[in-house]
C-alpha cells in the first residue's frame, strides 16, 4: 500500500527530541512509530492504553508522592527488599 496521506502535528520540540531518541533506540522512524498508533487505534477501536481522570484519591496520592509525604525512600534495592520482608 503506498502512503500518500500527510498529517501535520504541532508538539513540543523538546518533547518531539526526547521521542524521537527512544524511537531510534527502538530503530523506529516517526513516520513507524505514527502508523503503528493508528493501526493500534485500529485494532483496539479506540485509543491502545487507558486514559483517565484520576479521582479525588488518586490525585491525593499523586500529590503527596510528589511532595514526599508518607513515602518510604531506600539506599538500596536490598533495604526495600527487607523492608517488603522479601
Known amino acids: ?10 508538539v513540543d520540540p523538546e518533547l518531539k527530541q526526547r521521542t ?4 531510534r533506540e527502538l530503530g523506529l522512524t516517526p513516520t513507524q512509530a505514527i502508523t503503528l498508533f ?5 485494532l483496539h477501536k479506540g485509543l491502545p492504553f487507558p486514559v483517565n481522570i484520576p ?9 503527596d ?5 508518607g513515602v518510604k525512600r531506600f539506599n538500596t534495592p536490598e533495604k526495600l527488599f527487607d523492608d517488603l520482608g522479601i
Do not use: S
Open 65 to 69: 508522592a510528589q511532595e514526599g509525604r
Open 1 to 10: 500500500m503506498t502512503k500518500t496521506a500527510v498529517i501535520t502535528a504541532r
Open 38 to 42: 493508528y493501526k493500534q487505534v485500529n
Open 20 to 23: 524521537e531518541l527512544l524511537l
Open 55 to 63: 479521582n479525588a484519591e488518586t490525585r491525593q496520592a499523586i500529590e
